[in-house]
């Protein structure tokens, strides 16, 4: 199984400041051929299903406000909230679909400072 | 606008049988494209991947359940299922059903989720 390792477990941040996501696989999940990095990034808020935000590494879902961007490639990725707003309060998982079984990462909580 | 809404008991008893059964409306079942799959949270942890299945039949389960873990597809209700049997505690979660992009794919439609809890 591809492993996913979030950092940090949980961040505070001011409102209208960046806010940093870290996710690394215990393998790259960047098939050469396509050039695609099979990894993508939700938000789930209490009492919410899960909401994709970005797949293929750096797509933006349809409707996902573009203060949030994601990017890495093989084995590191990275999600930013460029300005954070009291609405984007979740944790946020990384996961992987290069391979079965899908795996998540662990989870990173978005607090206000 | 597709949706996806989950219906099941809320309590299973230790080694009995969890069932849950995922209604899509807004979209068809059968497409060729999508694969439809279950993600549990037991409380306090992160997600884990059941598996999914494929409106034609075709299954892909989490090796880790496998042994336990039962999916099907009703295309004329619209509807996939999940059967996961010899529950104990540990499978007390909320169980979400979701759209997948493909056996390997991202999940970009999820249900609103279901507590389960397995206790006597």
């Known amino acids: 199984d591809i492993v996913m390792t979030q950092s940090p477990d949980s961040l505070a941040v001011s409102l209208g400041e960046r806010a940093t996501i870290n996710c690394k696989s215990s393998q790259s999940v960047l098939y050469r051929s396509s050039n695609k990095n099979y990894l993508a990034w939700y938000q789930l808020k209490p009492g919410q299903p899960p909401n994709l935000l970005i797949y293929w590494a750096s797509t933006r879902e349809s409707g996902v406000p573009d203060r949030f961007s994601a990017s890495g490639s093989g084995t590191d990725f990275t999600l930013t909230i460029s300005s954070l707003q009291a609405e984007d309060v979740a944790v946020y998982y990384c996961q992987q679909y290069y391979s079965t079984p899908l795996t998540f990462g662990g989870g990173t909580k978005v607090e206000i400072k | 606008q597709l949706q996806l809404q989950e219906s099941g008991p809320g309590l299973v008893k230790p080694s009995e049988t969890l069932s849950l059964t995922c209604t899509v409306s807004g979209g068809s079942i059968n497409s060729s494209t999508y694969y439809w799959g279950w993600i549990r949270q037991p409380p306090g942890k992160g997600l884990e991947c059941i598996g999914s299945?494929?409106?034609?039949?075709?299954?892909s389960y989490n090796p880790s359940l496998r042994s336990r873990v039962t999916m099907s597809v009703d295309t004329s209700k619209n509807q996939f299922s999940l059967k996961l049997n010899s529950v104990s505690a540990a499978d007390t979660a909320v169980y979400y059903c979701?759209?997948?992009?493909?056996?390997?794919?991202?999940?970009?439609?999820w249900g609103q989720g279901t507590l389960v809890t397995v206790s006597s």
């Open positions: 979701a759209r997948v992009t493909g056996t390997t794919g991202f999940f970009d439609c």
């Open positions: 299945i494929h409106y034609r039949g075709s299954t």
